[in-house]
């Protein structure tokens, strides 16, 4: 048997998958596994993150990706959902596999139909595959808290860095990206130091899907009510994700800071009590959910699915009720226990919990999955369905985004 794998991952941005990349690509490695990972050329992020044994080829088109791979039966696991001539010809050719990082609820179809089996990073991602009538693993794939993915090096001071992830497709946008390092390097490092009281904090991209400007304009005024409750936010997001942030968190005033994209996660872990996640319908699993809780920081989230499957609620953190239907007056309730001495949740004291999210169960998990690979084979050319609709009652946990 040739223990050779493809992986495809040709996003330009950072996020959840090329970190899943990562350790996909260390548990295949510990399974005795050769991975070559075909990336996009624009994306200038890869040589920072440590993929093992992997071999790391740039690709600027769908022919280059091609290039590197065998003309047929190679074993190809994408992590991105790919269309048109590239999908078609992955599809016809090989033994083609996807990941599926979010779920599939009003997301087109048509790169999905192409896998001949889809796997899901969580119990929720599954159940949108399935709904969607597509083959799917009928196991979550949950990944690995994966503290250091970049490379390791003492814990070290926090130091404020840019709030704003400048999108380099466009003109404006690598101007500023040019530009903003420039007048940074004018000012004095502000380092991070926590603040007196209960400090709540986001570790995420600020992007749409986290949906944090709807979930604050409901709980932001009920933070105000606290005086020593404070909000730290770490992580970048375009000016407009950025700005939107900032209205919904106006009633905060001072008692938000943000510092930009981080690498030492350990540091960032360690210098808040709860991590404080964004809605969950778009959500995956939430990497940021099982890395705080391995890392000694509980969770606030809401009662739903995925959260409900990397949270213990009580134990590892608080789920609350979602603030859309209830006004945050659950969150409140949780917040007001906590300001009043209430003890804080010890993830760390819930050892078989957080194994789940550990590169060893990872890797048994990988094993298995590869186990139910050999029957696949080239699936030819499709008829797709060009979008899924979701069943009622999901579209109307849906409504408003």
């Known amino acids: 048997m040739n223990k050779r794998v493809y992986q495809i991952n040709l996003c330009e941005a950072f996020g959840g998958s090329e970190v899943y990349t990562r350790f996909f690509s260390l548990a295949l490695q510990n399974l005795g596994w050769q991975s070559t990972v075909i990336v996009n050329t624009k994306a200038d992020h890869w040589n920072s993150l440590d993929l093992g044994k992997a071999s790391l080829v740039p690709a600027a088109n769908g022919?280059?990706?091609?290039?590197?791979?065998?003309?047929?039966?190679?074993?190809?696991?994408?992590?991105?959902?790919?269309?048109?001539?590239?999908?078609?010809?992955?599809?016809?050719?090989?033994?083609?596999?996807?990941?599926?990082?979010?779920?599939?609820?009003?997301?087109?179809?048509?790169?999905?139909?192409?896998?001949?089996?889809?796997?899901?990073?969580?119990?929720?991602?599954?159940?949108?595959?399935?709904?969607?009538?597509?083959?799917?693993?009928?196991?979550?794939?949950?990944?690995?808290?994966?503290?250091?993915?970049?490379e390791r090096r003492p814990l070290q001071q926090l130091t404020r860095g840019s709030e704003f992830a400048h999108d380099r497709s466009s003109l404006r946008g690598r101007a500023l990206g040019l530009l903003e390092p420039m007048t940074s390097a004018l000012r004095?490092?502000?380092?991070?130091?926590?603040?007196?009281?209960?400090?709540?904090?986001?570790v995420s991209p600020l992007v749409e899907m986290k949906q944090f400007p709807k979930l604050f304009s409901i709980i932001a005024p009920i933070i105000a009510r606290y005086p020593e409750v404070n909000l730290e936010i770490f992580g970048s997001g375009t000016a407009s994700a950025v700005q939107?942030?900032?209205?919904?968190?106006?009633?905060?005033?001072?008692?938000?800071?943000?510092?930009?994209?981080?690498?030492?996660?350990?540091?960032?872990?360690?210098?808040?009590?709860?991590?404080?996640?964004?809605?969950?319908?778009?959500e995956g699993?939430?990497?940021?959910?099982?890395?705080?809780?391995?890392?000694?920081?509980?969770?606030?989230?809401?009662?739903s699915p995925p959260f409900t499957e990397t949270v213990l609620d009580g134990k590892t953190g608080y789920l609350y009720r979602d603030p859309?239907?209830?006004g945050g007056a659950d969150f409140e309730r949780h917040l007001a226990g906590l300001k009043e001495g209430?003890?804080?949740?010890?993830?760390?004291?819930?050892?078989?919990?957080?194994?789940?999210?550990?590169?060893?169960?990872?890797?048994?998990?990988?094993?298995r999955l590869l186990n139910n690979l050999d029957h696949l084979v080239p699936s030819g050319r499709h008829e797709f369905t060009p979008w899924y609709r979701p069943p009622q009652t999901v579209t109307q946990t849906l409504q408003g985004i």
């Open 63 to 150: 022919r280059d990706v091609l290039r590197q791979m065998p003309n047929r039966d190679a074993l190809v696991f994408s992590h991105t959902a790919i269309d048109g001539f590239l999908g078609d010809a992955l599809a016809k050719r090989h033994r083609y596999v996807g990941f599926a990082h979010q779920p599939l609820y009003l997301k087109a179809l048509a790169p999905f139909r192409r896998f001949r089996m889809v796997l899901g990073v969580s119990e929720y991602v599954l159940a949108s595959v399935r709904a969607a009538g597509l083959d799917c693993y009928a196991r979550p794939l949950y990944g690995v808290a994966d503290v250091d993915r970049v």
């Open 188 to 202: 004095a490092p502000e380092v991070y130091h926590r603040r007196r009281g209960l400090t709540l904090g986001i």
């Open 244 to 282: 939107a942030l900032r209205r919904s968190l106006e009633p905060l005033g001072d008692r938000v800071r943000f510092w930009g994209q981080q690498t030492d996660m350990r540091s960032v872990y360690g210098g808040i009590d709860f991590l404080l996640t964004g809605l969950p319908e778009r």
């Open 285 to 303: 699993l939430g990497r940021n959910v099982v890395e705080a809780q391995m890392c000694g920081a509980a969770v606030l989230a809401v009662h």
């Open 324 to 326: 859309r239907e209830d």
């Open 342 to 367: 209430v003890d804080l949740p010890d993830p760390l004291a819930h050892r078989e919990h957080l194994a789940r999210f550990t590169l060893p169960a990872f890797t048994a998990e990988v094993s």
